[in-house]
C-alpha cells in the first residue's frame, strides 16, 4: 500500500493578509471642524510604491442626548418633546434624579448613548424649569433660566414644516459683541444644527431657528418658509420677494445663569450679574402681601385706640329698660 502523504507538503501557505488600521480620528474641537494636516490619511509605511494621501472629508456626527428630571410638569414635559421633534439627530432617554451628583450620571449616559452634547431639563417646585446644555465629556456647559414657555399644541399656529428636515440658524448681531456671547453662539450653532447627510434627517431646508438677544435674555422662534406653489407664482432659484415666514413654534427664553468650564459643573467662566432667582422674586411677592396684613392689623389697632380715647356720653334715655 501506498504510504499516505503528510498534510504539511499538501498544504499550500497562505498568503499574509496586511492588517488594515482605519486612520485615527483627530480629537474633536470645540469648532468642531478638522484641519487639513490631520484629515490626511497616510497609507501602511510597508506599501511605499502605493503610498497615496486623501484627505477627508469631515463629517458632522453631532448627536444630542434630550432627557428631564423627575417630578417635572406636564407643560415643560410638552416643551422637551417639541425640541425633540424638531431635532431629528438627538435621542431621547429616561428621566434623571435632579440631585447633586447628577453631573456624574448624566455624562455616563451621554458616554453610553455614543453622544457628543446633552440638553437637560431641570424642573424645581413645580414652578422653575432650568435647561443644562453641555458637551460632553470635556465641556463647556451652561445653566439657564426658562421663561416664556409656549408649546406648539397651545399656541396653535398655522405654520407647518417637514419633520426631520434641517433648519437654517440665524442670530441676531448682538452675539458678536462678547466672548460669553460667541461661545454661546457657538454651542448652539452645534447643538440645534442638523448634520448634513444624518440618517433620519430629509435633505430639504424648509424652517428657520430664531435666536435673538433681548435685554440680555435669549429668545427662540421657529419659523416656516412659505414658498408659492401655483404655476403662476413660479419663482426663480435665489428670489426671496415672494417667500414669507409663518410661526411654528415652541416659544421660550433662555435667560443665562453661568457658564462652566466642564461637562456639568467645573470652574465657572462667566456669571450672569443681572441674574434674579426665581426664589427671591417670589420672596419680594409675599414681603409685600405681608405688608398688607400688618397694615390691616395697625388699622384696627388705631380704630380700637381711638374708640377708648373718645367715648361718647350716656345719654339721657341710655338707662330707661335697665330695670325691666
Not at 236 to 263: H, Q, Y
Request: net charge positive.
Amino acid at each position: 500500500m501506498a504510504k499516505k502523504r503528510k498534510h504539511s507538503e499538501t498544504a499550500v501557505a497562505a498568503p499574509q493578509k496586511k492588517e488594515e488600521v482605519a486612520p485615527e480620528r483627530p480629537k474633536r474641537t470645540l469648532l468642531g471642524w478638522k484641519d487639513k494636516e490631520a484629515a490626511a490619511v497616510a497609507a501602511p509605511a510597508e506599501d511605499k510604491d502605493d503610498e497615496v494621501h486623501q484627505p477627508t472629508n469631515f463629517r458632522n456626527k453631532e448627536k444630542v442626548l434630550v432627557t428631564c428630571s423627575r417630578r417635572i410638569a406636564y407643560r415643560y414635559r410638552h416643551l422637551m418633546l417639541n425640541v425633540v421633534s424638531l431635532l431629528p439627530h438627538c435621542k431621547k432617554d429616561n428621566k434623571v434624579e435632579s440631585q447633586s451628583s447628577k453631573g456624574v450620571a448624566l455624562s455616563e449616559m451621554v458616554e453610553l448613548k455614543s453622544c457628543s452634547s446633552c440638553l437637560f431639563f431641570e424642573c424645581r417646585k413645580h414652578k422653575d424649569l432650568y435647561l443644562w446644555m453641555a458637551k460632553c465629556p470635556s465641556g463647556p456647559s451652561v445653566k439657564f433660566l426658562v421663561n416664556a414657555v409656549h408649546t406648539m399644541e397651545e399656541l396653535k399656529l398655522t405654520g407647518n414644516h417637514l419633520k426631520g428636515s434641517r433648519p437654517l440658524l440665524t442670530f441676531s448681531a448682538n452675539f458678536d459683541k462678547d466672548a460669553h456671547w460667541k461661545l454661546l453662539k457657538e454651542m448652539i450653532t452645534q447643538i440645534f444644527g442638523v448634520p448634513k447627510e444624518h440618517r433620519k434627517s430629509k435633505p430639504y431646508h424648509d424652517h428657520v431657528f430664531v435666536f435673538s438677544i433681548v435685554d440680555d435674555h435669549i429668545w427662540f422662534r421657529n419659523y416656516q418658509i412659505s414658498v408659492p406653489h401655483n404655476e403662476s407664482d413660479k419663482m426663480a432659484r435665489g428670489g426671496l420677494d415672494k417667500m414669507t415666514l409663518v410661526e411654528v413654534g415652541p416659544r421660550f427664553c433662555l435667560n443665562p445663569i453661568k457658564i462652566f468650564g466642564g461637562s456639568f459643573g467645573g470652574p465657572t467662566l462667566y456669571e450672569n450679574p443681572f441674574y434674579i432667582s426665581p426664589n427671591q422674586i417670589r420672596a419680594l411677592e409675599k414681603r409685600k402681601t405681608a405688608g398688607k396684613y400688618a397694615k390691616k392689623v395697625k388699622a384696627k389697632t388705631r380704630r380700637k385706640v381711638h374708640e377708648l380715647s373718645n367715648q361718647l356720653e350716656a345719654g339721657e334715655f341710655s338707662e330707661m329698660w335697665k330695670d325691666q
